[in-house]
């Protein structure tokens, strides 16, 4: 080669001065050069000779012409190209830093969320090439390169050049322009036809090795390699790395179907996949002509900065506020309530904030409230730098509460460079009455507390804030919450859930699309009335209507195992976890549905990672000693019972979970002794008769836990949707009476 060299310097002497060899690939040579003329250091790229023979000067710089007018912040742009005696060259920028490929020997697999940002600035300058006609047909970890944390596509067209001007003598001796383990079935077959989705095949492949540690098709030859990829399916990526999400690998198993018709119509869309985690074909995301740089934000609770510390209501609430509008804007992923307000009253910096939520921007800000006068600041940071993005001070009369919420949606839409529908100019609804928003700021405050008091209270406010307006459907929405959060627990089940739905009903006669008051009907539907088929259209519904809703997601999954969809239940868990990641709730119930499919060894880890979020969660306590019960370990299991009744908010009902764990350890009598004051205790407050039914079919009296279950039956208690694959059940499905009350409920 350094007769090659040579050649090249004597050649290109009055335009470029080459330095060194700095790669080879399967179509060119690259050297690090000097553009004389503009003082700058290039890649120049050599063909190799033998495609230069066949190419032929005149032809691949009329091709090249066309790669050249691309031009895009994640595309490498092309230079200059010509002719060097019977050499064919081109020249790009010199990028300082890697390829991805240098990064993936060094390191493999990447972490997801740089994997994911990989891939969608490969995806943003997909888009923008393919809408110009261009398909690049040669995606792999060697064509992108890494330089100061950002991606870049190189070699754009250089594959369609080469393959347009050969591709008779290619395809007869059944060769294809690309690299085998990155290639698309149809590119591999000798397709000449090829359209973008062949490289949303090459993209999906290149995230997959990303992800997985390896392309999803290797062998030891190209044509062991073609094999595999016209007849073997994509190994699921979930069984080389478990920590990938369900709607990510769906995501990306998408991308790699073998028919282009099964894939991603574009680049976009398969970006917006990856940018929303909800998965499927069909994921919601960002309409077309949106950035794909920023897409995901966090809004802190907002500092109370009034005189009267009562005021934080008011400044909880902005930020709700704020981020229930930002949830209109499609393409844009906001990090729900509970998961933001989770750093509240913490010192920590706002890039481990972004960090934990995911996200590239957060929101923070302040609120004073002075009798009718506000100041309301706030500022948008860029979670990668920690520099502003955009910055505002308020100062208004209290009436102009709305239009400010609404301003400092629209100017994050417009700092983030998310695009706005027409149909979504109006972010915040002004409410009619203040003193009735008011009232339902505070209810929602007390509502967040996740305590029976805070949430008894929510129901007062709510109330009082019909009283300043009577058709004020998010107060009829906020008390439809309250007595669906009351039931079961804390109330019996046929006193919270009827007046639930009331207030549902009454909330959608006033707003039909109110997103939060259909969740709660399919809750009701689903929960209390087993009317199934219904809850799940409902929720669905909701899930069209706000698919950042955390809630609708959980709820969708909770009543999908009733109709015999337990896997597609846990998927639904998932997502809402996924949107909300720092709520224990949702955490919870994905190691809940994973002890009910058999899965102890993963229930115990999703128990122990929802305790790592919150050590006070009992309910997580009772999975992880449901599972370690499962698999033998009374001792263990009764433990974890143990610490789970102990912590501030349990609920004595599950006391029952620690008769299970006593009759193994021999301990039948402190079991029964339980029991009995369980008993006396359910004439005094409510109990959940299901849940007794466990303790009963633990210590062998059969006949009392049916007649329980029987009482929870009448009560229409929502624990007995789970009857039919909740395992605390196990010792009494041989009994006929059994599977008679599953029949009863309507459970597939």
């Excluded at 003329?37 to 190419?55: D, E, G, Q």
């Amino acid at each position: 080669m350094s007769v090659l060299l040579d050649q090249l310097k004597t050649s290109l002497a009055d335009r470029y001065e080459l330095d060194r060899e700095l790669g080879r690939g399967g179509m060119a040579t690259v050297y690090l050069a000097q553009d004389l003329r503009h003082r700058r250091p290039v890649a120049l790229k050599v063909l190799h000779p033998h495609l230069a023979m066949s190419l032929g000067p005149e032809r691949f710089l009329r091709e090249i012409q066309i790669a050249a007018r691309l031009q895009h912040p994640h595309i490498v742009p092309l230079y200059d190209s010509g002719r060097a005696d019977d050499l064919l060259y081109y020249v790009m920028p010199y990028i300082e830093g890697e390829s991805l490929r240098q990064r993936l020997d060094r390191e493999s697999p990447l972490p997801i969320d740089e994997a994911l940002k990989i891939t969608r600035a490969a995806a943003a300058a997909l888009d923008y090439a393919h809408r110009r006609e261009i398909v690049h047909r040669d995606i792999k970890p060697e064509n992108v390169m890494l330089h100061d944390g950002e991606a870049v596509v190189t070699d754009f067209g250089i594959a369609k050049a080469v393959s347009a001007a050969v591709s008779d003598s290619l395809t007869q001796t059944g060769t294809a322009v690309g690299t085998p383990a990155y290639m698309s079935p149809e590119q591999a077959g000798g397709n000449d036809e090829l359209d973008g989705r062949s490289d949303i095949y090459s993209l999906g492949a290149m995230l997959y090795e990303m992800l997985g540690g390896t392309a999803p098709f290797t062998g030891p030859t190209v044509q062991s390699i073609m094999k595999k990829l016209f007849t073997d399916p994509v190994q699921p990526l979930r069984e080389r790395r478990d920590e990938v999400p369900d709607w990510l690998e769906q995501a990306v198993m998408k991308a790699l179907e073998k028919a282009p018709a099964k894939r991603f119509e574009t680049a976009t869309q398969f970006s917006k996949a990856l940018n929303w985690p909800s998965g499927g074909s069909t994921p919601p995301g960002m309409p077309a002509g949106s950035s794909t740089g920023w897409n995901s934000i966090a809004v802190l609770p907002f500092a109370n900065m009034s005189a009267d510390p009562e005021n934080e209501y008011f400044s909880d609430g902005i930020a709700e506020e704020i981020i229930n509008a930002l949830n209109k804007i499609d393409g844009l992923r906001v990090a729900s309530r509970t998961s933001a307000f989770a750093f509240k009253g913490k010192n920590q910096d706002i890039g481990g904030i972004g960090r934990q939520l995911k996200v590239d921007a957060v929101l923070e800000g302040s609120v004073r409230k002075a009798g009718n006068r506000l100041r309301i600041t706030a500022q948008l940071v860029n979670v990668s730098d920690g520099y502003q993005l955009w910055s505002e001070r308020f100062d208004r009369q209290f009436e102009d509460v709305f239009a400010i919420q609404d301003e400092i949606s629209k100017a994050i839409a417009e700092a983030l460079k998310v695009q706005l529908g027409s149909e979504q100019q109006e972010l915040v609804a002004p409410a009619k009455n203040l003193e009735a928003y008011t009232r339902y700021l505070k209810g929602r405050f007390h509502y967040n507390k996740f305590t029976e008091a805070g949430v008894q209270k929510s129901l007062e406010l709510f109330q009082h804030a019909l009283l300043a307006d009577p058709g004020y459907g998010r107060a009829h929405a906020g008390i439809a919450d309250s007595w669906c959060r009351l039931a079961d627990d804390w109330l019996a089940p046929d006193e919270a859930y009827p007046r639930a739905k009331a207030a549902a009903t009454r909330a959608l006669q006033l707003d039909p699309d109110l997103p939060e008051a259909i969740t709660v009907l399919g809750k009701v539907l689903g929960w209390y009335e087993w009317a199934f088929e219904e809850a799940e259209a409902q929720l669905r519904r909701a899930v069209v209507l706000a698919p950042n809703n955390a809630e609708s997601h959980w709820a969708l999954g909770s009543v999908l195992p009733a109709v015999g969809r337990l896997e597609e239940g846990i998927a639904e868990l998932r997502k809402a976890a996924a949107l909300d990641p720092l709520f224990a709730l949702y955490q919870r119930w994905v190691g809940r549905f994973l002890l009910y499919i058999g899965n102890y060894d993963q229930a115990i880890a999703q128990s122990k990672t929802t305790i790592d979020f919150d050590e006070t969660f009992h309910q997580a306590y009772l999975d992880l000693g449901a599972a370690l019960l499962a698999q033998g370990n009374a001792e263990g299991a009764l433990e974890a019972f143990h610490k789970g009744q102990a912590a501030d908010t349990a609920v004595r009902s599950y006391d029952a979970f620690i008769v299970r764990a006593l009759p193994p350890l021999g301990r039948q009598d402190e079991a029964e002794e339980i029991l009995e004051r369980l008993e006396r205790e359910s004439t005094e407050h409510y109990v959940r008769s299901e849940v007794l039914a466990m303790g009963y079919a633990a210590v062998g009296n059969y006949d009392r836990a049916f007649e329980c279950l029987e009482r929870a039956f009448h009560a229409r208690s929502a624990g007995l949707i789970n009857l039919h694959i909740d395992p605390g059940y196990a010792p009494l499905r041989e009994d006929p009476r059994f599977a008679e009350l599953v029949g009863r409920i309507g459970l597939k």
